[in-house]
């Protein structure tokens, strides 16, 4: 596979023809902030943490979504960048009713943690408290709209990895939620078949294992390049 | 058909029109139909029909001749070509037209002047055939010259040709961006692929904006063309029109105009009697304004939810099914035949050096005469204002004039001799847009203007991005309490500072520009947010102002009736 | 949930339903079951019920063959589908900006506190939906409003109000002559 080289905070790397910046940054390390890319999942450009300053480019770029090129010059980190990182998390907090101290994923949440990293310790924007449900209609699992953050990693991993499509998203701006189905209970759904893999994909509590209280609902999701790998590199070829 | 046989039925068609006696044009576009042109039509006929005169005269029933406002609309054209307006026109008048004008009388109605400066100070290209023809008979247009332009493209000019013709004519993508259609093209046209694709962009979903669809519906073969042309250009076999759901008269006409030119051979397999085959489908969008942006439109062409994707890769790369797509505004397809009939250099005539051509705008608001109107580049504001428009009604005071709709801003006074081209706009915090132009006066309040726009805006967003579908929301708060008067001096810093980051961070046109009509509204009108914030008063006696800031809560305390109660 | 009997084994039934979903064959066929003709489909469904519940919504998720919740995701996303029904006249006000900045907003006001319905719903009695919509491109004729999809231009609230009423009423005096 051809090799190109740019140029990350000042550094000389190479990368793969064809990678995203993104794939390129975690190759060398560079961590960059991201709640709806997943390694495995196709890049969806959403939460827009992961903007990067590319030389010549008037905007910032998601990294997740655009292609490393050959002499390319990437900033990752600056002051302006790293307020807007702020400013955006203030944003997805406000949205719902992220309250830590009750959640299932309360020390295992990706958007806790994300908060922490970047230094966002206030909102200065008014929280807008929806009244959102609880869906646990499910015999194993449970979904917490309050806690959603419309990432749509459970959208995508039940599409493109389970091949299911039970999971979408109704409505359009802040009214959007994700559905199962027509929109009817996650119990009733007759697509789902009960794999539990948006539930592990998911970086909040708003996806969870019944019965975990505050604070257990731990989640891994390595388990999909493993799974990807095998199926797309053949690597469990019979 | 082919070349020949089209200039054939075109001077067949225009001998016919030239042995009537008198031709009677009326409006038939929606706001004179809304007016009341419906009875007058109808009253002619019977007339018509009666007085046995249908071998002397015809009714035509047009699309949009300009003036809405002073619908319906009735034009005559006797057969020495002179030609005199009727506006208000009722069944009784229209009758008293028909009857002394056939019979050489002098007309008793009042015609409108003819120097009035509504008509002589316009330049109309793209409409050149708006109010002139019966937008459902295909016949009307081809006396006009349509298809004549793709006549001579398939058959003179090879594809390289075609750019290189709309790349020297200056002409600059009318949806608002202004992107150089030429250059377009040819991204299009060098793009390697089995299969391309033209889009034509008729999703105009700003508020105060029609003109799109007046060129539809008053002239749909001027689109088909344009597209077929592009066709050509860029070796696209299949176009799609993508009409606005609230058009329904414009799908309409777009269908019965795509039959019509199908049944002719000027659209479909070997087109003219050339090699080159092209069908044109229409879709019809379902009432949602992020899919005007060029990516959401494409995936609901594709059925899908009307989601943005991020670009790169541009849709002259990858659009429509992964293939490189041509998109393009209805009104700068049609601009295409022109183009190509009269020639680039004629084209670049008009307009500034670097906003080539005319401007189609719909003029309303608070202005004695709103309509259609169509305009060369570079024109001022003034002129278009208190020219064109007539100025202010009831002796109302010019505050401010609002282009490009959410996208855009508000342009005060002392900028009223601004040329209006991309240029000049953009500097002023505005934007061309696709060409909405609204004339406020004193009694409209700014920050209430945004706050409408931020509401338009939060409701519109597509919520795939964190900026524009949680920032939009923020900042309709922020605004609703500086209109309410709970707003503080800080909240303005909060507001600009989010404005900042939604424009640069949103990951579509749609919350990129959001926050324009905020941030120019607050750069003309600063004193104006300051007043409601600082003096709780609104200058223009619009808000209510009947909330406090919840931090100043503790010294009205006492005035409150909950807080009396308890104590 | 249970498919949705085929619709072309029965004719006609009282309510007209089969003959429907008969329409909605139609609009299928003609696109030849293409999955991209989701939002045509829908279009026509939408005209043919008035809304489109459940049943109709998983009948074209599955003769599409397109997931359910994609389907549902779409018919959600387009101000145009309703998955309610509407009112036996529906009433929508204009509030593009020239209606806008002419007094459309101060009109819905009036139209919500005479008929005790927020904008965007219907009365209870199932007569009148009022709704809103971002500018219909009539801008000269500001305020304007369509009522059963008639244009109407140049509107005040007493107008509105007036014409309402003819029209609500309009049905009942016919009903009590029934009687």
Not at chain 1, 134 to 155: A, F, K
Not at chain 2, 217 to 227: A, F, I, Q, T, W
Not at chain 3, 151 to 169: D, N, P
């Amino acid at each position: 596979m051809p090799v190109i080289t740019l140029t990350i905070n000042d550094e000389l790397v190479s990368a793969r023809s064809g990678q995203s910046i993104l794939e390129a940054c975690r190759d060398h390390d560079i961590q960059l902030p991201t709640l709806c890319y997943l390694d495995g999942l196709s890049a969806r450009g959403g939460c827009r943490l992961c903007l990067v300053d590319v030389a010549g480019s008037p905007r910032l770029l998601p990294a997740c979504t655009t292609e490393a090129l050959e002499n390319m010059v990437v900033t990752t980190h600056n002051e302006k960048i790293d307020r807007y990182r702020r400013m955006i998390l203030e944003l997805t907090f406000a949205e719902r009713n992220h309250t830590c101290a009750v959640c299932v994923s309360n020390e295992n949440c990706e958007l806790q943690s994300l908060a922490a990293e970047l230094g966002m310790d206030h909102v200065r924007y008014d929280y807008l408290n929806p009244e959102l449900n609880l869906d646990t209609s499910h015999e194993r699992y449970g979904v917490d709209h309050n806690r959603c953050l419309l990432c749509l990693r459970c959208v995508r991993v039940c599409d493109e990895v389970e091949g299911a499509h039970t999971w979408d998203v109704m409505g359009r701006g802040v009214e959007s939620r994700v559905i199962t189905d027509l929109n009817r209970p996650w119990g009733d759904s007759e697509s789902c078949t009960d794999c539990g893999k948006c539930v592990e994909v998911c970086p909040t509590g708003a996806l969870f294992d019944k019965g975990s209280s505050v604070a257990e609902m731990k989640k891994e999701a390595s388990f999909l390049r493993r799974i990807l790998d095998g199926r797309e590199k053949r690597q469990w070829q019979r | 058909m082919n070349p020949t046989s089209l200039a054939e039925q075109a001077a067949q068609e225009l001998q016919r029109q030239e042995q009537l006696k008198l031709r009677l044009f009326l409006c038939y576009s929606t706001p004179c139909v809304a007016a009341g042109a419906e009875p007058v039509k109808t009253a002619l006929e019977e007339l018509l029909a009666k007085q046995d005169l249908a071998a002397d005269l015809e009714i035509v029933a047009t699309g949009c001749m300009g003036p809405c406002s002073r619908g319906p609309l009735l034009r005559i054209k006797n057969a020495d070509g002179e030609e005199q307006t009727f506006e208000k026109v009722t069944p009784e008048q229209a009758k008293e037209i028909l009857l002394h004008s056939i019979a050489n009388q002098p007309v008793e109605t009042t015609a409108l002047p003819a120097d009035l400066p509504f008509f002589v100070r316009q330049t109309r290209i793209v409409l050149s055939n708006s109010g002139e023809i019966d937008p459902e008979k295909i016949e009307h247009g081809i006396a006009r010259g349509s298809y004549s332009a793709l006549a001579h493209v398939l058959h003179e000019m090879s594809a390289e040709e075609v750019c290189a013709e709309i790349k020297q004519s200056g002409l600059r993508g009318r949806g608002g961006g202004g992107y150089p259609t030429g250059l377009k093209w040819n991204l299009v046209r060098k793009s390697p692929a089995e299969r391309k694709y033209v889009v034509a962009n008729g999703d105009e979903g700003d508020p105060g904006a029609y003109m799109d669809r007046t060129i539809m519906e008053s002239d749909p073969h001027r689109v088909l063309e344009g597209m077929a042309i592009a066709g050509y250009a860029v070796g696209a076999e299949q176009g799609y029109i993508y009409v606005r759901g609230e058009y329904p008269l414009a799908a309409a006409r777009l269908v019965k105009a795509i039959k019509a030119a199908e049944r002719r051979g000027l659209l479909g397999s070997r087109v003219l009697g050339s090699n080159f085959n092209f069908r044109i489908d229409l879709r019809i969008g379902a009432g949602a304004f992020v899919c005007g942006e060029e990516t959401a439109l494409m995936t609901s062409i594709m059925g899908r939810r009307g989601q943005p994707v991020p670009r790169p890769p541009y849709p002259a790369q990858s659009g429509l099914w992964g293939y490189p797509t041509l998109i393009n505004n209805v009104e700068s397809y049609a601009n295409i035949a022109p183009i190509m009939q009269q020639g680039a250099d004629w084209f670049a005539g008009f307009g500034t050096e670097k906003s080539k051509g005319t401007k189609v705008f719909a003029l309303c608001g608070e202005v004695v005469n709103s309509g259609l109107i169509e305009v060369p580049m570079g024109i001022s504001l003034r002129d278009i204002v208190f020219e064109i428009g007539g100025g202010l009604p009831d002796g109302g005071k010019f505050k401010a004039a609002q282009t490009g709709g959410p996208s855009g801003g508000c342009i005060p006074a002392e900028h009223l001799d601004t040329p209006v081209d991309y240029e000049s706009l953009k500097e002023l915090g505005s934007i061309m847009g696709s060409g909405g132009l609204i004339v406020m006066n004193e009694s409209s309040c700014m920050p209430d203007v945004a706050k409408f726009f931020m509401g338009f805006c939060m409701e519109e967003s597509c919520g795939k991005c964190v900026p524009c579908r949680v920032g939009t929301v923020e900042m309709y708060e922020l605004l609703t309490r500086i209109t309410d008067g709970s707003a503080m001096l800080n909240d303005l810093e909060t507001l600009e500072q989010l404005c900042r980051l939604v424009q640069e961070t949103s990951l579509c046109g749609l919350g990129m520009t959001a926050p324009n009509p905020v941030l120019n509204t607050l750069h003309y009108y600063r004193d104006e947010y300051l007043a409601h914030i600082q003096e709780n008063n609104c200058p223009a006696g619009v808000c209510q102002l009947d909330q406090i800031p919840l931090l100043k809560l503790p010294e009205h305390a006492a005035e409150l009736a909950v807080f009396k109660e308890e104590h | 949930m249970t498919a949705p009997t085929a619709p072309s084994t029965k004719i006609n039934d009282d309510t007209g339903h089969d003959l429907k979903f008969q329409l909605i064959d139609k609009a299928l066929k003609k696109c030849q079951f293409q999955q991209d003709a989701l939002i045509e489909v829908l279009h026509t469904a939408q005209e043919t019920f008035g809304h489109l519940d459940e049943e109709i919504l998983d009948y074209v998720s599955l003769q599409l063959k397109l997931p359910p919740s994609w389907v549902y995701g779409v018919a959600t996303f387009y101000n145009f589908f309703t998955l309610d029904p509407q009112g036996e006249h529906v009433c929508v006000v204009c509030l593009g900006t020239a209606c806008y900045v002419k007094g459309a907003g101060e009109i819905v006001t009036r139209l919500e506190e005479e008929f005790s319905i927020k904008a965007g719903a219907t009365t209870e009695d199932g007569n009148l939906s009022l709704l809103t919509a971002r500018c219909l491109g009539n801008c000269s004729l500001a305020p304007m409003l369509t009522l059963d999809g008639e244009v109407h231009g140049k509107q005040t609230a007493e107008s509105v109000i007036a014409a309402l009423k003819a029209k609500t009423t309009q049905k009942a005096a016919l009903e009590e002559e029934k009687v």
